[in-house]
């Protein structure tokens, strides 16, 4: 189960991260991860399905992956009618085991990005051999 201490800690390895108070991180002033508490109209929108904590928001890389992980792990994954539209997807912290959580937020640093920062990040770091 993740904690946000572990969503500061896989985001804080990533080249040129800052941190603002309201649990938000951003890579040049970009952010790609964040709490997002839900609004009246968010909960009105999910009902039951609605966390009672703040999710996880995050970016992804197009629509078609948002889609991918809304329908692969619903459990995990939702977005409300205020991000139709947006590469963005909310998470259930507690849902995600770290080794996933890193993932995502490294995906999610890597969307947003500035091209030059990511290719250096990607030369440092190739992608494990499968």
């Known amino acids: 189960m993740a904690t946000w201490a572990d ?11 800052t941190e603002q108070p309201e649990r938000r991180w951003s890579v040049r002033g970009r952010a790609f991860v964040f709490e997002r508490p839900l609004r009246p109209a968010d909960r009105a929108a999910l009902g ?4 009672a904590d703040a999710p996880l928001g995050l ?9 991918a992980l809304l329908t692969s792990e619903p459990d995990v994954w ?5 991000f139709d539209g947006y590469p963005l997807v909310l998470g259930r912290l507690g849902a995600l085991d770290p080794d996933e959580l890193a ?3 490294t995906d999610a640093w890597l969307v947003r990005a500035p091209v030059t920062l990511r290719r250096r990040w990607l030369a440092e770091h190739p992608p494990a051999s499968p």
Do not use: I, Y
């Open 7 to 17: 969503v500061r800690r896989c985001a804080g390895t990533l080249p040129e991260t």
């Open 48 to 51: 039951e399905r609605a966390p």
């Open 59 to 67: 970016w992804v890389e197009d629509l078609g992956v948002k889609e």
């Open 78 to 82: 939702f977005t409300t009618p205020h």
């Open 103 to 105: 993932e995502v937020v």
